[in-house]
Every structure is written in structure tokens, then in C-alpha cells.
């Protein structure tokens, strides 16, 4: 971005690797930048060139299955874990991360929302005791307890239903 005259200047494009990216998040190093694709249900993660800000073409990708019924929706970085919500299988799953970007593309994690709730956002507490994720389905909004040493989410409690004007 141009300091002087707030104007954005394209570095570079590179594929998302799969269908109606729908959200980005970054690490808080400034090191990966992780896109949740709708259609396709899959995560994409790309590499971000410190000098030049350019993002590297992508060397990991994840899938859920099945296929044809995810849609991730949010990908949200905090403490080691990528957590990532898939609206069509109504899970929040969360994968470890490391130096090169995600350990394993395995899940370390998996919590079932209720089935049919689409969970879309989340937000961690600023110290770490539980989340809140939106849920664009059921219109509700759902407290996730969290170990503030870890990240890790345990079981999800509905925290309100139908917030039609609430945010």
C-alpha cells in the first residue's frame, strides 16, 4: 500500500487451489496465509514472501470428506492450530501448525456443532478460555469452552438462538 496515498498496488495472484475462496486469514508471524475454498470444501495455505509481501504458490492443501457436502467457510489462526469451520458438515476441526505451515493434515481435533447450525466465524477470548462461533444456519451463536494453555477446543454449548439484530 502506497503510505502517501492509500492506493493498493497488486503484487502478485496466485490460484487458491479450489472453488469460491471465501475467506483468508493470516498467522501472526506474517507467514502463511491460509484461504478456506466454499464449493470445494478445502483449505489452501500459501506461503508469504517476507521481503516482498508476494504469496508463493501453495505447497499444502487439505481437504474434508466428504467432498460433496463440505463447505469451509472460516479459517481462524490462535496459539498452535489452524481452526477451521465447515459450514456443510457442521464441524470445527483444528490442525497443528509449524514452521513450514501445517504439521499434519490430519486434525488434531474435530468438534461436531449441532447438526444443521453452519458454523462460519470464530472468535477466541483474549485469554483463551473459550470461543464463540457464529452459526449462519441455525442463526445461533455457540460458546466453545478452550485450554487457554493450548487452544484447544472441548465440547460446543448453544449460547443463543435466532440473534437477528444482536451485532
Known sequence: MNQDSGTLR?????SSMGGSPCFISVDPLNRFLFVANYYSGNLTVLQIDPLTGALKPSQQFLTHTPAASSHLHG???????????????????????????????DPVNV?????????????????GRFALSLNAQSASVTLIPADP????LMVCIKLFNHYYGLF
Open 10 to 14: 497488486l503484487i502478485n495472484t496466485v
Open 75 to 105: 479459517a481462524a489462526i490462535y496459539k498452535n492450530y489452524a481452526t477451521v469451520l465447515d459450514k456443510g458438515l457442521d464441524t470445527i476441526s483444528q490442525y497443528p501448525l509449524s514452521s513450514t505451515g501445517l504439521a499434519s493434515t
Open 111 to 127: 468438534i461436531n456443532a449441532p447438526v444443521g447450525t453452519g458454523p462460519t466465524h470464530i472468535k477466541f477470548d483474549p485469554d
Open 149 to 152: 494453555d493450548t487452544g484447544l
